[in-house]
């Protein structure tokens, strides 16, 4: 990974449910968001599969009712995690996928994809969303885009954060930096560059997604980037409002047409789908309506829905974020009043009711909302990745300095932690430590590495461990130095040696459990390859399947015509016959499966039909 790249980097916030791209354009001397294909700014982080095809984004999203069991998101809610991890538990429980143990518990979404069964791990999905989050990019700026800065939550540990830069590596992008989600919204409003207070500037960053709600403190000196606290709840969100707003008009629909849609899966998706544009609509409207055609058995469904009534529905959830707030300022033992800004982020944050609760809670003070809530993250990101990119000048100088999130060391005796650097030390970051030999003529030492704010290593999170062997005869307490070294993402390095033999040993945290080999990436990346020219078969094949249709369609409607007939001879009429009896087979019967080559023949074979009979009769 290179530090410093040449040419165009962007930013890209790969959020749990939604991700937005954007970037610096110099000339202009602002940052674009990136627009997908259908004009929308954000993109669902949603891959299907299907019998057919593999869909990213809206167009994965909107079949999830078809086609459950295949059609993937929450993959950032996995990624990095183990599958025994009570998290991971838990949220199994609500996804309509499968995931099962793969090999050193790494959990394996298993689905079926043109008939047979695949496993894919939490980075390949993420992967495949970065890549459509760049094909967007690259068909916006009409150019190729290989860099990129990319957001994660400030809580992310170590195993998360690389393994959202391996989604990345399969994805083709050389992603530049990892900075905090949180960090990226600061620097979206220049923050750090508003020197009219002394000293340092406090930050409350509040972040409600579509399945997430994070909160976090950071303060600004300087060029340094503190996260004093964050707090939050992992699931709470703008998908929750959804759901509240499906079952309130499941009620009522019970009521009123005496029709209980509770159990039919297809129905719900229509009006979850219907509420949550609705839901938006509330955001700048006092009422919306509901429009659902053929809900079910031919029952259309039309209604509509106040602000007011909205609020009420939802208000416990509010007030749940409202709670969690208190409790992070709580935490960092800060002072509502000693924050100099409140940031507005994620989509769900647009809520009216929610901005005049935290207002409120902030005693008046005025919200930072006039960039877009759910594309303040890409932006930040698209000013660090100009920052990072040789030859811009006019973007405003900043060097942005993060903080590890958790403390990290070594085993010692007694199951003891020895801390090497604490957490919420400013990165990059390099300390060197002596240690002890524990017994006589002790031949080799395991370096054990943790993260973690626990006295005991056994209660914190193991990272890896490598032996540092070949040390001479000599009694106990005989030193050695171990280093650990962060780089600018996060990602930590150690290494040991022992001065008199020179004997030296280091890992960087890679072969860890966690985390995929070079071996695994490559194979990867050459199957996300495939998987590129597959897509791309499908629609060549797709394309030529509806121009099969179209001719088909011509020539039968020709062939119905009187003076048709009597043109042509019965041998070609036989042959324009089958011909079309073979157009509704491949279109239709066992044959979809056949190569595109056989569409494309037969599609030539029309198009000389249409050509010699059916035009020349017009
Ligand atoms: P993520 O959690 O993936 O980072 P976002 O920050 O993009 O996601 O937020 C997505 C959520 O925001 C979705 O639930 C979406 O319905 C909601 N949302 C987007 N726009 C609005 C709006 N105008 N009003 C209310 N909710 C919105
Ligand atoms: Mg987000």
Known sequence: MAKEDQGLAIGIDLGTTYSCAAVWREHHRRVDIIHNDQGHNTTPSFVAFTDHERLIGNAAKNQAATNPQNTIFDAKRLIGRKYSDPVVQKDMMLWPFKVVAGANDKPMITLNYKGKEKQFCAEEISSMVLVKMREIAESYLETRVKNAVVTVPAYFND?????????????????IRIIN??????????????????GERNVFIFDLGGGTFDVSILTIKGKMFQVKGTAGNTHLGGEDIDNRMVNYFVEKIKKEKKLDISGNPRALRRLRSACERAKRTLSHAVSATIEVDGLSNDNDFFSSITRARFEEINMELFNQCMETVDR???????????????????????????????????????????????????HGAAVQAALLSVGIKNVPDMVL??????????????????????RNTTIPVKRTQQYLTSVDNQSSVKIKVYEGERTRSRENNLLGSFKLSGFPRAPRNHPFDVCFAIDENGILSVSAKEETTGISNKMIITNDVDRLSAEEIYKMIQEAEEYKAEDKKFLRKAKTMNKIDDYAYNIKKALEKENFSSKVCSEDREKISSAITKATELLDGDQ????????????????????RFVEKSD
């Open 181 to 198: 989600e949180p960090t990226a919204a600061a620097i979206a409003y220049g923050l750090d560059r508003r020197n009219n207070c002394v």
């Open 328 to 378: 992070c300022l709580a935490d960092a033992k800060m002072e509502k009043r000693s924050m100099h800004d409140v940031v507005l982020v994620g989509g769900s944050s647009r809520i009216p009711k929610v901005q005049e609760l935290l207002q409120d809670f902030f005693e008046g003070k005025d919200l930072c909302k006039s960039i877009n809530p759910d594309e303040a993250v890409a």
């Open 592 to 611: 979809q499966d056949e190569e595109v080559d056989v569409f494309e023949d037969h599609l030539k074979e029309l198009i000389n039909l249409f050509e």
């Open 401 to 422: 300095l993060d903080v590890t999130p958790l403390s990290l060391g070594i085993h010692v005796m007694g199951d003891m932690m020895s801390v090497m650097i604490p």
């Open 159 to 175: 195993s998360q954060r690389k393994s959202t830069i391996d989604a990345g590596t399969i994805a083709g992008l050389n992603i």
